[in-house]
């Protein structure tokens, strides 16, 4: 299994960005697939994730703002991101997850994206 994320960039606070996940080798709308992040000097966190029947969680630093859905034809994942803060700034992960249940723990993920860059300028 393959990921591989895009759409990161640079946006001012309070703006919108929509960032993918594209998997190849495994059909994304069979497994649980999720969001993570990792700000400069922070640990890695946890974003958000999608089980295989489409039902979202989310973090409480997010929640009300990022919403993750998934395109099962294109096997495409995507986190869209909106009302930005410059704490979002991190390089965020898409990761898929073996079973049907998600985990906001990044252990449990099998397969990782290589990342994409968030910038929130204020």
């Known amino acids: 299994v393959q990921l591989q994320a895009s759409g990161g960039g640079l946006v001012q606070a309070g703006g919108s960005l929509r960032v993918s996940c594209v998997a190849s080798g495994q059909a994304f709308n069979t497994y649980a697939t999720g969001w993570f992040r990792r700000a400069p000097g922070k640990e890695r966190e946890f974003v958000g994730s999608?089980?295989?029947?489409?039902?979202?969680f989310y973090s409480d630093s997010v929640k009300g703002r990022f919403t993750i859905s998934r395109d099962g034809a294109k096997n495409t994942m995507h986190l869209q991101m909106n009302s930005l803060k410059p704490e979002d700034t991190a390089v965020y992960y898409c990761?898929?997850?073996?079973?049907?249940?998600?985990?906001?723990?990044?252990?449990?993920?099998?397969?990782w994206g290589q990342g994409t860059l968030v910038t929130v300028s204020s």
């Open positions: 990761a898929l997850k073996g079973g049907y249940n998600t985990s906001p723990d990044a252990q449990d993920y099998d397969y």
């Open positions: 999608i089980a295989w029947n489409d039902v979202t």
